[in-house]
């Protein structure tokens, strides 16, 4: 009998799928026109495009007027965005009223900022201890000096002075750095055994929260000195940190509540069975986990805090929103008709970055940070 | 150790907090080495940051010259923008030393904040825009016209008024916010845009043709627009009055930021005693002898001033008319420095 059995000694190469799901025809067939609806969507939706994308281009792009262009090609006829004057007020949109010879003092801050706080954003970056360190305790230190002057010869800058795009960013990391910790004590005062801690906290928090931050910034600015004694005033500047930090915080800390109270007593019980104490339970079990789950709702916080600084308008201060609607308004000799707008469109477009930019970073922190939970 | 503690947080926070007793505010000034001075938050013309990112405008320059008065100096301020809620709460609590913030004088204001208006830098008055096609060109043709009006100003009152007095029919189109009143005037939403005439004319000069629109000549209220302090420092009161006093003497002697050197040599008495080479009249206020002379050499006289900031060649471009001087025509009026 001879041996006729067959047997393969190597894999059959995977031929390639049927030639009607794959490529641009088959997806467009099965996301676009699969039933008759979505072949009707799909062609509102092109319609929609072919109307509003040709305008837009042309405002923006094709229209506009470039970053070296000159007021009369602004005020022309069917002129587009006025970039122009976006890159003739720059300086002002980014520090305001900062004498324009030190300009390198913020400058630095920026440098400084990016320098330590881009390495604390990369998980293996080395030296994080120094690192929180240097940014939390040293940096803020130095900038205030190197913003204010006063000290090594450097020129007195008041606060009055600040403007822009620096006092946004100055109010927002402030207030995300302190606003955080301090809402997560309050959420855990809120939860405290100790009666006083407890009313406190609860107190605070209904109190910040039963009110809108408009209120909060007008009270700083108008009624607070009306309490202080006659010629005793406080920077402008510091309560509209404390006002936002403040306001902040109380949100932060239901936000944080929401994390422990998703923790099972489980976990609690465990941790004292091992022989911890409070704060080493909070901060060694309860904290990783529980700030784990709220992630979403922090950045929330964080991003809603980033765009409320333009409030502080209220105080007189001239955030970028605030800076822009003042040359707006004010820089007659590149008044035209696109002007205005084309300036509310750059502050948008940054306000988006930075937005946009905490919103991924939050998304990358989470599948980073979802190890037990991960599907 | 802890009362050591205690020290370095009071100093802390003192650090960032401003005490200054109940002294003359003078004294303070003095003692801090700039004016603060309240400004708006950016009006073209009166204060607003130009294209080098410093304060200008009219009531900037009145700071400056206070500056220049009390520390020969006029670049010795410091600028705190302020809204129109928070003006007088700055005043009164001693925020700013002197609030030039297109303010209009009124009694209940003068009498009742515990303010005092200093004089009247500028007079301004609600007027009316129209465009130039429309052929209108007095405020008594315009019965029937549709008005752009913002709600909740007394601009809204006015016009009602002038129409009843003169029996005269009106539609308003309501707006809550500047800008959007103005663009409703823009697209044609309405014959006619009223606000006050220094607005109006910074509104058109914002226009893609300002010359398509007139100003009519019509002024149907009074807004006289002034420099504040707070009541009960007369020393300061006092300064802040005769700074704006000197900038128009100097104009009426023909003292300006150019000549004023030469003038230091005049043989006019008048002129001898503004600028300090004939008596002593900063000593009573408190300042040097040539305070008027360090004004008019770094701010100039009001015309400088008032030309610089929102005169013709300006794109504000607002005539003097009640702003000239008594001997031109106006009603601005200095007493006599003697």
């Known amino acids: 009998m001879t041996d006729i059995g067959f047997v393969r000694s190597d894999m059959v190469s995977a031929r390639p799928a049927p030639h009607r799901t794959t490529g641009a025809v088959a997806w467009a067939r099965k996301n676009l026109f699969s039933t008759p609806l979505d072949t009707g969507l799909t062609i509102l939706g092109l319609l929609f495009l072919a109307w509003i994308v040709p305008p837009l281009f042309g405002f923006f792009i094709g229209n506009a007027v470039g970053p070296n262009g000159t007021v009369e090609q602004c005020r022309m006829e069917n002129a587009g965005a006025c970039w122009a004057y976006i890159a003739a007020e720059m300086e002002f949109f980014i520090y305001g009223f900062y004498d324009i010879p030190e300009h390198w003092r913020p400058n630095i801050v920026f440098a400084l900022g990016a320098l330590l706080f881009v390495p604390l954003l990369i998980p293996k970056a080395p030296f994080k201890r120094t690192n929180a360190v240097l940014f939390i305790v040293v940096y803020p230190i130095v900038s205030y000096f190197l913003l204010a002057g006063g000290v090594f010869g450097l020129k007195v800058i008041p606060t009055e002075k600040w403007g822009g795009l620096l006092v946004t960013l100055i109010i927002s990391v402030i207030g995300i750095t302190l606003s955080f910790p301090l809402g997560v004590i309050l959420a855990l005062g809120r939860q405290s055994q100790l009666p006083i801690i407890k009313t406190v906290c609860v107190g605070f928090i209904e109190l910040i929260r039963a009110v809108p931050l408009i209120t909060i910034l007008f009270m700083a600015s108008i009624m607070l000195p009306l309490f202080m004694p006659q010629g005793m005033t406080v920077d402008k500047f510091l309560r509209a940190i404390v006002g936002v930090t ?125 190890t037990g939970y991960k599907r | 150790m802890q009362k050591q503690l205690v020290a370095l947080t009071a100093t802390a926070i003192l650090g960032l907090t401003a005490v200054s007793a109940q002294a003359a505010i003078l004294d303070d000034v003095k003692a801090k080495g700039y004016v603060q001075c309240g400004v708006t938050g950016g009006v073209p013309g009166f204060s607003a940051p130009d294209s080098n990112n410093v304060w200008t405008g009219i009531e900037v320059d009145f700071c400056r010259a206070m500056a220049a008065a ?52 500028f007079y301004d008055g609600q007027g009316f825009m129209v465009r130039k096609a429309d052929g209108i060109e007095s405020a008594l043709d315009l019965s029937g016209a549709a008005i752009c009006i913002e709600s909740g100003t007394t601009t809204e009152l006015n016009a009602a008024d002038y129409f009843a007095a003169n029996s005269m029919e009106f539609n308003t189109v309501v707006f809550v916010d500047q800008d959007e009143v103005v663009k409703a005037y823009e697209d044609g939403r309405c014959d006619v845009y009223t606000t006050d005439s220094s607005a109006l004319a910074a509104e058109r000069s914002k226009f893609a043709n300002p010359d398509d629109h007139i100003i009519l000549p019509e002024i149907i209220s009074k807004e006289p627009l002034g420099p504040v302090v707070r009541a009960g420092d007369t020393q300061w009161f006092n300064l802040a009055r005769w700074t704006y006093f000197a900038l128009l003497e100097a104009e009426e002697l023909g003292v300006t930021s150019a000549n004023v050197d030469e003038m230091l040599g005049s043989d006019n008495p008048a002129i001898k005693r503004l600028l300090g080479v004939e008596g002593d009249f900063g000593t009573p206020l408190g300042v040097t002898k040539d305070w008027a002379y360090q004004i008019i050499k770094s701010v100039g006289n009001y015309a400088e001033s008032y030309d610089r900031n929102v005169g013709p060649a300006t794109p504000i471009g607002l005539e003097r008319g009640l702003n000239a001087l008594w001997k031109d025509g106006g009603i601005q009026y200095a007493p006599p420095i003697r």
Request: glycine residues 8%.
């Open chain 1, 246 to 370: 403040l306001f902040t915080s109380a949100y932060m800390a239901e936000v944080v509540r929401g994390g422990l109270q998703a923790i099972p007593r489980g976990q609690y019980e465990a941790a004292s069975a091992l022989g911890l104490g409070y704060w080493k339970r909070m901060w060694f079990i309860i904290l990783p986990q529980a700030l784990k789950h709220v992630i979403p709702g922090i950045v929330n916080n964080f991003i809603s805090l980033f765009k409320d600084t333009s409030l502080v308008y209220i105080v007189g201060m001239k955030d970028l929103l605030e800076a822009v609607k003042t040359k707006n308004d004010t820089a007659l000799e590149w008044q035209s008709g696109n002007t205005a707008t084309t300036g509310y469109i750059f502050a948008a477009m940054v306000f988006w970055v930075f937005c946009f930019g905490m919103s991924r970073y939050s998304i990358y922190m989470e599948r980073r940070l979802n």
């Open chain 2, 70 to 121: 009390v520390f020969n100096d006029a670049e010795a301020v410091r600028y705190t923008s302020l809204t129109s809620q928070e003006r007088f709460t700055a005043l009164s609590a001693g925020e700013v030393d002197v609030l030039s913030r297109t303010t209009t004088w009124t009694m209940s204001r003068d009498t009742q904040l515990g303010i005092s208006f200093v004089g009247t830098m």
